[in-house]
């Protein structure tokens, strides 16, 4: 897997500022911090402004249109820090030593680096400034776009990397957050971390990121500020790259198991599958829900579908319904028993999922709350329905 070691790096540029680097909280996220306290940005330099290179990011083409969708991802989470939304355009000369925020790609990186300075005295740390460059060269494509087919997480053969994926891990960087190795999050591998429904991947920040968003700038004070969201990756491990990087989470596809006990039917979760299930049967299907809003929330219906399609919609055959509690503080991924009718008739479905299904809770996104894990049904024959256990 080569592709891991590439698309994450952190430099802490200290220069003019002293740095102290320390990393390993005991809480769910992982700050950057200095003298034991989280670096952050002070609160009037919120938000924070990002200049874009002329010549790397100009207006309206596809990179810089990515980038701000990774922006308004980071403007959504609960807390009271955010990015102004928009790029600020035209930046002439763009370096690592002003104090002004920018964005280029540049031949002198081989990943995508943030470098950001700190004011680091025993009685005074703050983050000053932050840059983001992206590498001109490097062995692999960063992929402005967000169809699932045209990165790799969706297609082994592409060694594309979603540039709003690894976009929106960097800004949590700029943030004041470290790589996190405990739990599926945005600052482990972005590449394994979307939310999937119809031909869409989309970037993301999450939940264990937005409670670490709440650690360091307070929670917002607006009380319908509520996402709640269903994807089909989930933790798989921790990674530890062993070149001055803190570990990071490594994620796969989540699975469907067999009733009788808990092994997966397949273990290769790197990639997305077709599981082969049997009319008449039962199975757990695991999805990860989180919640990326302001508060705990109780009673959410959650319903179970069956797609002909990978658009998972409320107008899909339904087969199961539930309800479970979110508090924000770790995802959750859990499986829920289904069992498969009897008469369903053979064929190619998409077994989805859909969070608040009748819609009774307003949110800032309701895009994210479907996705799926693709299935074959048959009509097994008994002895046919063993020899495929
Ligand atoms: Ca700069
Ligand atoms: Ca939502
Ligand atoms: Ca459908
Ligand atoms: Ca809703
Ligand atoms: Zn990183």
Redesign the pocket.
């Known amino acids: 897997m080569p592709l891991k070691n590439k698309w994450i790096k952190l430099v802490v540029f200290t220069s003019v500022f002293q740095l102290f680097f320390l990393s390993g909280a005991t809480s769910a996220y992982t700050h950057i911090s200095c003298y034991g306290e989280k670096l952050k940005w002070r609160s009037k330099d919120i938000p924070v402004q990002f200049y874009a290179s002329k010549h790397s990011f100009p207006a309206g083409s596809s990179y810089s249109n990515a980038f701000e969708v990774a922006l308004d991802r980071w403007y959504d989470n609960p807390s009271n820090g955010f990015f102004k939304k928009s790029l600020n355009y035209g930046e002439t000369f763009v370096n690592t030593k002003n104090l002004t925020n920018e964005i280029w790609f540049s031949s002198n990186v081989n990943t995508p680096t943030s470098v950001i300075r700190n004011k680091c005295k025993a009685n005074k740390q703050y983050i000053a400034a932050a840059d983001v460059i992206f590498p001109s060269n490097a062995g692999y494509i960063l992929h402005s776009g967000n169809k699932k087919k045209q990165i790799n997480a969706y297609d082994k053969n592409l060694d594309n990397v979603s540039f709003q994926g690894t976009t929106t891990h960097e800004l949590g960087h700029v943030f004041g957050l470290d790589h996190e190795s405990r739990w599926y999050n945005i600052m482990g591998n972005s590449q394994r971390f979307f939310q999937t429904n119809s031909k869409f991947a989309n970037a993301y920040v999450g939940e264990d990121a937005s409670h670490g968003a709440v650690a360091l700038y307070g929670v917002l004070n607006e009380s319908q500020w ?4 269903v994807t089909h990756f989930k933790y798989s491990s921790a990674f530890d790259p062993e070149n001055g990087q803190t570990p990071y989470a490594l994620h796969k596809f989540t699975s469907i198991y067999l009733p009788s006990h808990d092994s997966p039917m397949s273990n290769n979760l790197n990639y997305e599958q077709t599981y082969n299930l049997a009319a008449g049967k039962s199975y757990k299907v695991e999805f990860t829900y989180e919640n ?1 809003g302001i508060k705990k929330l109780t009673d959410i219906d959650v319903a179970f579908y069956l797609s002909k399609d990978d658009n998972i919609t409320t107008s899909d055959q339904l087969i199961k319904t539930g309800k479970i509690d979110l508090a924000r503080d770790k995802p959750a991924t859990l499986k829920t028993g289904v069992f498969i009718h009897p008469a369903q008739s053979e064929g190619k479905y998409w077994l989805g999922v859909i ?2 299904y009748k819609n009774k ?1 307003s ?7 479907a996705t799926y894990l693709p299935v074959f049904i048959k009509n097994f024959s008994d002895k046919d329905f063993k020899a495929a256990l």
Not at 226 to 229: F, T, V
Not at 363 to 369: G, S
């Open positions: 509520h996402d709640i969201s990326s969070i608040d809770i949110e800032l996104r309701e895009d994210n709350n």
